[in-house]
């Protein structure tokens, strides 16, 4: 019997800082982008969070905030899409 060696899911936590108050959502290559992952404010401080459970791969995503896609300032690594802006990158290793 040949075993198949399913990938492990990675644990990653998402972060965005604005005002307290706004409505944001991740969406990506990892749920077809649509902004259903809501980050929580906590603290009502504007330092909203998630953790989204991923197998190791590469991936691109944006907030959704208030209607309005905004890149992920706290990453350095993009891509410019399609659309002429720019997708952050995330990259989960295996290990």
């Known amino acids: 019997m040949k075993e198949t060696s399913v990938p492990k899911r990675r644990c990653v936590v998402l972060n965005y800082t604005d005002a307290p108050g706004k409505r944001v959502a991740v969406a990506g290559s990892f749920n077809d982008w649509q902004p259903v992952k809501m980050l929580n404010d906590r603290n ?30 706290g990453n350095p690594d993009f ?13 989960i290793e295996e290990k």
């Open 79 to 91: 891509v410019p899409n399609e659309f002429g802006s720019l997708n952050s990158v995330l990259q």
């Open 44 to 73: 009502n401080d504007g330092h909203y969070s998630c953790r989204l459970m991923l197998p190791p791969g590469t991936y691109q995503y944006k907030f959704y905030v208030d209607g309005q896609w905004r890149s992920d300032a």
